[in-house]
């Protein structure tokens, strides 16, 4: 017995490892997974990189839109294209890797300063540096707007939003129709027009406003929305949220945008918390 119970120990703790890997490469199915070799010690180990949208259990959900090449960009059916270098690789004998970037400030999952349509603002220093770091963090309320037209002063009228909310994420058809994953810009995506915009800064108490494509303004009311919204300096746009699969209601949002000194865009990492 005791020679066959070396061979029996060895086979069992061999398939004990093979069903806890299995089991960890299954646990977020819905993950994306990306595998790479790597040697370590003279052998080689396989690495998984687990790319997630949502963290502690489903808790703390990931709004933002991870950067890609195919991802839409403004007037534009080329998509965002290469925005990243690596001028310094470890491959090529640098003693680190150091990548640099280069794309539009608003591009992907961003927020609007006022400078980005009124040029005395861009002139006087109004950039993503001065904007509230209070407003855009806080309970923000998601709903469902009405799929089949533009938000209009009759659409928001109709959502009943409550005075005293100050920040309203907006998901509309564009979600349904998943543009942001779509290469090509499309101008047939939903926004405000210019009474929906008017009728938001008379009648509520929003002073963060979020959507779900590149453009807070439907395309025919592009600067009029705009205009609207920026002018008192008090609103905040952020937009092309990823709020694929999110139930509408009350969440805690975190945005925080890069510190760009003279820039009236940044890109924005946004977050919901249950």
């Given amino acids: 017995m005791a020679k066959i119970a070396g061979p029996i120990l060895l086979m069992l703790q061999i398939l004990f490892l093979a069903a806890a890997g299995a089991a960890a490469s299954s646990a977020h199915p819905a993950y994306e997974e990306e595998t790479a070799a790597c040697g370590v010690g003279g052998g080689e180990e396989e690495l998984v990189v687990i790319r997630r949208e949502e963290y502690d259990g489903g808790r703390i959900l990931d709004i933002t839109h991870a950067y890609r090449e195919d991802m839409p960009s403004w007037e534009t ?17 640098s003693l680190a890797n150091n990548s640099e970037m280069k794309m539009p400030t608003h591009s992907g999952t961003h927020v609007d300063a006022p400078g980005h349509v009124f040029q005395h603002y861009f002139e006087a220093g109004f950039d993503v540096d001065t904007l509230d770091l209070e407003v855009l963090n806080g309970p923000a309320l998601l709903v469902d707007v009405p799929r089949d037209k533009n938000i209009t002063a009759e659409v928001m009228e109709s959502l009943h939003i409550p005075r005293g909310v100050r920040r309203v994420l907006f998901r509309t058809l564009n979600t349904d129709r998943r543009l942001m994953w779509k290469k090509e810009c499309h101008t047939d995506y939903v926004g405000f027009m210019k009474d929906g915009a008017r009728w938001l800064v008379d009648n509520t108490d929003i002073k963060l406003v979020g959507v779900d494509y590149l453009s807070v303004a439907a395309y025919a009311d592009l600067i009029p929305s705009h205009l609207v919204f920026l002018k008192s300096r008090e609103i905040i746009l952020v937009e092309a949220l990823k709020l694929d699969n999110v139930k509408p209601g009350i969440y805690a949002l975190h ?18 918390i249950k």
């Fill in 77 to 93: 059916d080329e998509g965002l294209g290469q925005f990243l270098w690596l001028p310094k690789s470890m491959k090529n004998g």
């Fill in 255 to 272: 945005c925080l945008p890069l510190r760009l000194l003279g820039a009236e865009g940044s890109p924005i990492r946004c977050i919901l």
